[in-house]
């Protein structure tokens, strides 16, 4: 596994999802990131986290997303909460900065009004 992103699914305004990321170590010894892509728009960074912790968020995702990482397990996770119509995209994980062109499959997050 390379990059592997998971947990995305079907939420209603106001409610929470839990993404999940399990990554090689050529990836993950590295600061991490969360990005999105909508339909028509450009894949932009959401979340980074380094690998001693130290966070920072785009923001439309501040005080309402949560980044976090467990070096052991080689998985970082996005706890998203309040979650919003606009929230709807496909979310993958990366190193951040973006070395090289792989990109994982990623996970969609569709939100309802």
């Known amino acids: 596994v390379q990059l592997q992103a998971s947990g995305g699914g079907l939420a209603q305004v106001g409610e929470s999802l839990r993404l999940s990321c399990v990554a090689s170590?050529?990836?993950?010894?590295?600061?991490m990131g969360w990005y999105r892509q909508a339909p028509g728009k450009n894949r932009d960074l959401v979340a980074a986290?380094?690998?001693?912790?130290?966070?920072t968020y785009a923001d439309s995702v501040n005080g309402r997303f949560i980044i976090s990482r467990d070096n052991a397990k080689n998985t970082m996770y996005l706890q998203m909460n309040s979650l919003k119509p606009e929230d709807t995209a496909v979310y993958y994980c990366?190193?951040?900065?973006?070395?090289?062109?792989?990109w994982g499959l990623g996970t969609q997050v569709t939100v309802s009004s």
């Open positions: 990366n190193s951040w900065p973006i070395r090289g062109s792989y």
């Open positions: 170590s050529s990836f993950f010894n590295s600061t």
């Open positions: 986290i380094t690998r001693s912790g130290p966070a």
